[in-house]
């Protein structure tokens, strides 16, 4: 199995602060059947300030450590990024990571506001060539008003991603609901642990 969406690196955003939690995350990806994890952590200027140069780095000494520790997982770079205005020119210039050197990478929308010309800034992607993953929008706070724009997203050649978390309950009943509803829906293409 692979995992698409993981906040494993160490001390680069709000998920593992250390080698040893980032170890620990390992193992239990492939306790759960992980053989491939994607190394994601946030773009988000001002808060997280990430770019490929940081990721790099942290993704090689991660998987040395995870080698040396005899964890059976392969890591693949890639970055949770956040939907800004200057997304697209990080992609083309290399600042941004797609996932692992592809056409897809994470797209992250605003969880407390709505995107102004989402569809238009998802057009615009895809016409270039890339395809955005978009990330959890079952936990938007905006989703209940804007689920048909996401659904449109997916027909228009987006990727929707779900968080298996908020399938199970863990992200509360609204987001249970919309993720059901997704996968109700057909349109999700990507679940996975964040």
């Not at 520790?69 to 941004?96: F, S, Y």
Request: glycine share 8%.
């Amino acid at each position: 199995m692979i995992d698409l969406h993981s906040h494993t690196l160490p001390g680069l955003c709000d998920g593992s602060q250390d080698l040893n939690t980032s170890l620990e995350m390992a193992r239990m990806a492939v306790a759960d059947g992980i053989t491939h994890l994607a190394c994601t952590p946030h773009i988000y200027p001002g808060l997280y300030d990430n770019s490929r140069s940081t990721i790099e780095p942290a993704l090689i000494e991660l998987q040395a450590a995870i080698d040396q520790a005899g964890i059976p997982l392969k890591l693949l770079i890639g970055a949770d990024t956040h939907m800004v205005p200057e997304v697209m020119q990080g992609l083309k210039n290399g600042r941004i990571p797609t996932l692992n050197h592809s056409r897809y990478f994470l797209l992250e929308p605003s969880h407390h506001v709505p995107v102004t010309d989402f569809l238009g800034q998802i057009e615009n992607f895809l016409n270039v060539g890339y395809v955005p993953l978009i990330t959890h929008p079952e936990r938007l706070h905006w989703i209940g008003e804007y689920y048909q724009d996401f659904i449109q997203a997916a027909k228009q050649g987006a990727w929707i991603q779900i968080t298996a978390g908020a399938i199970t309950g863990q992200f509360g009943r609204t987001a249970k609901k919309y993720a059901e509803q997704f996968l109700q829906d057909g349109y999700v293409h990507i679940i996975a642990t964040d």
